[in-house]
Every structure is written in C-alpha cells, then in structure tokens.
T-cell receptor
Framework: ETGVTQTPRHLVMGMTNKKSLKCEQH?????MYWYKQSAKKPLELMFV???????ENNSVPSRFSPECPNSSHLFLHLHTLQPEDSALYLC?????????????FGPGTRLTVL | RKEVEQDPGPFNVPEGATVAFNCTYS??????FFWYRQDCRKEPKLLMS???SGNEDGRFTAQLNRASQYISLLIRDSKLSDSATYLC???????????FGTGTRLTVIP
C-alpha cells in the first residue's frame, strides 16, 4: 500500500544534528497529522493540519517544527533533540467530512537520538 | 485519568478460539470509535469503525455501550494471522484528533 509514504524509514541522529522527516499522502485528503509512538505508551498526537493550516499543537517542544506546504506534503523538522525523543514518528491523513473521519497511517520513521 | 484505557494483555489463545477485548473511554462527548490493528514494527491500520448499533465484519464484531462508556471487539475462530496489537481509538465531536489506548496484544497459538 502506498497511500501514505514516509521517509526516511530509519534515522539515527546526534543531539546537535538537524534533520527533517517527510510525509506524502496520495489519497486526496485534506488533513494531515504527526504522531509519536514510544514504547509502552499510546500514540500521542503532536500536530494537526487542516487544509494546510495548523489547528492542533499538543504542547510539543519547539525542537519539533512542522511544515505543511500543501495538502499532500507534511514535514517535521528536528533540531537539538534529546535521547527521550527516540520513538516511532507516524504520519497520518484523513478526509475531514463527518463523524467517522478515518485516519490512514504511513509506515513511520523510527528515530534514534544518541 | 487516561482518555482511553485498555487491558494490555497479552492474550494468548489457541487457533479457533473466541477472544474479546474491552476498552473504556473517559469523555462522554466522544462520538466516533474505531479499532485499529498494529503488527509488530508496522503502522496502525483501521480494522473497523464502531457504530452505535454495533457492527460485524466477518469474524469480527464491535459493540459500543455509551451508558457505560466502553467499546468491545470480539474475534471468533481466531487465526494465526490475527496475532497483533489491537488499538482502541476514540474521537471527540468536532475534533479530528484521535485518542489511542495503549493496545491489547493478542497472540494466537497453533
């Protein structure tokens, strides 16, 4: 399935590095999301974009910076991360239109911060 | 209090068994409910939406009890390929952010 793609799939970075995660959806959806999944914890919503406008920022530290240039692309820019930021970062998209807005997830980027 | 609570398991059941998972949610304003399935080191995938009247999809049956604020998933005739983590997901009215449970791990044994 290639509805939502993410690159890179794996990333190892030092605390002083700057890197970006990329997400692209090919489903014609109007909303995109970033989630963080850490071991033994539920998925945590980080950011929501509706029609390219950021509508949700769940108290995410400023070392994570999202960018949504258009409705098909979403980036997560990373800088001066901490080891506790190591996790699986999942992108999702949906068509916001009613009660049952199904979100479709990308394969995720497994991030390790050394 | 967590938005969504699930028994993390693990549930280890033999092939052919029937297994049920429950999930509770804290916000009575929640309006949309889903079960997602997540295989090891893979992304979550929608298994089924949960409708007020309950719904069935093959061997899978989902039920919603609004009064008690819980959702259930029943799997009949378990297959080896059903082994995965099942995530209970809740969305509140007017919001498009989902609240996930920690998931219930199921292993179906030959």
């Amino acid at each position: 399935e290639t509805g939502v793609t993410q690159t890179p799939r794996h990333l190892v970075m030092g605390m002083t590095n700057k890197k970006s995660l990329k997400c692209e959806q090919h489903l014609g959806h109007n909303a995109m999301y970033w989630y963080k999944q850490s071991a033994k914890k539920p998925l945590e919503l980080m950011f929501v974009y509706n029609f390219k406008e950021q509508t949700e920022n769940n108290s995410v530290p400023s070392r994570f910076s999202p960018e949504c240039p258009n409705s098909s692309h979403l980036f997560l820019h990373l800088h001066t991360l901490q080891p506790e930021d190591s996790a699986l970062y999942l992108c999702a998209s949906s068509q916001v239109q009613g009660e049952h807005d199904t979100q479709y997830f990308g394969p995720g980027t497994r991030l390790t911060v050394l | 209090r967590k938005e969504v609570e699930q028994d993390p398991g693990p549930f280890n059941v033999p092939e052919g068994a029937t297994v049920a998972f429950n999930c509770t949610y804290s916000n009575s304003a929640s309006q949309s409910f889903f079960w997602y399935r997540q295989d090891c080191r893979k992304e979550p995938k929608l298994l089924m939406s949960v409708y007020s009247s309950g719904n069935e999809d093959g061997r899978f049956t989902a039920q919603l009890n609004r009064a008690s604020q819980y959702i259930s998933l029943l799997i009949r005739d378990s297959k080896l390929s059903d082994s995965a983590t099942y995530l209970c997901v809740v969305m509140q009215t007017g919001a498009n952010n989902l609240f996930f449970g920690t998931g219930t791990r199921l292993t179906v044994i030959p």
